[in-house]
C-alpha cells in the first residue's frame, strides 16, 4: 500500500470578505468627519479597487481604513499591489490597486527549487498558477508547509487540497 499525499500551493483570497471590505471603507469615508466632503470613491472591480478622491492625504487615509478592513476579515495584506497615484480632473487623485492572485512563474520556480534542495522525499510540480506538492508520508507533507510559512513570498500562499 505505497499512497501518496499531496497539496496545493494558492494564491488566493476569497472574494466575498473584500467586497464586505470594500463596502465597510465606503460606509466609513461616508461617515468621518475629516472624509465625508472629500467626495472619495472606492470602487472594486473584477482585479482591481480603484480609489478617487481630492488629495494624496485623504488617500492615505482611505489606504489605512482598507487595510485595516481587510486585516479584520482576515484578507492577507500581500493581495494589494498599489499602483502609483494619477492626478484626475478638477485638483482630484486616483489610485488603481491591483488584487493580486495566482502565483506567478517565477515564485512558483523558487518555491518548488527550495522544496528540492531542503526536502529529499517530496516532489514539487508547478501546475498554471499552483504548485502541487507530493510525499509519501504526511509528515513531510506537514514539514514543508511549516518551512513555507517561515519564508516571505510577496504573494499570500495558502495550502489547500491536503490529501
Known amino acids: 500500500m505505497a499512497s501518496t499525499y499531496s ?3 494558492v494564491s488566493d483570497f476569497d472574494r466575498q470578505e ?3 471590505a470594500v463596502d465597510q471603507v465606503v460606509r466609513d469615508v461616508k461617515s468621518r468627519y475629516d472624509l465625508k466632503d472629500s ?6 472591480n473584477e482585479d482591481n479597487i480603484t480609489i478617487s478622491t481630492d488629495s494624496e492625504f485623504t488617500l492615505e487615509s482611505v489606504h489605512t481604513i482598507l487595510r485595516e478592513k481587510a ?3 482576515s484578507l492577507s495584506q500581500k493581495i494589494f499591489d498599489f499602483g502609483k497615484v494619477e492626478s484626475a480632473s478638477g485638483n482630484r ?13 517565477e515564485i512558483a520556480k523558487q518555491i518548488s527549487k527550495l522544496i528540492r534542495d531542503e526536502f ?5 510540480s508547478i501546475q498554471g498558477d499552483a504548485v502541487r506538492v507530493s510525499a509519501k508520508n504526511k509528515d513531510d507533507l ?3 508547509i511549516q ?11 495558502q495550502f489547500t487540497n491536503y490529501r
Open 7 to 9: 497539496f496545493d500551493i
Open 18 to 20: 473584500l467586497v464586505n
Open 39 to 44: 467626495q472619495t470613491t472606492v470602487e472594486l
Open 71 to 73: 486585516a479584520k476579515r
Open 93 to 105: 487623485v486616483r489610485q488603481e490597486i491591483k488584487l493580486q492572485k495566482g502565483i506567478s512563474q
Open 120 to 124: 529529499k522525499k517530496v516532489q514539487a
Open 142 to 144: 506537514q514539514t514543508v
Open 147 to 157: 518551512r513555507l510559512k517561515q519564508e516571505d513570498y510577496p504573494v499570500a500562499l
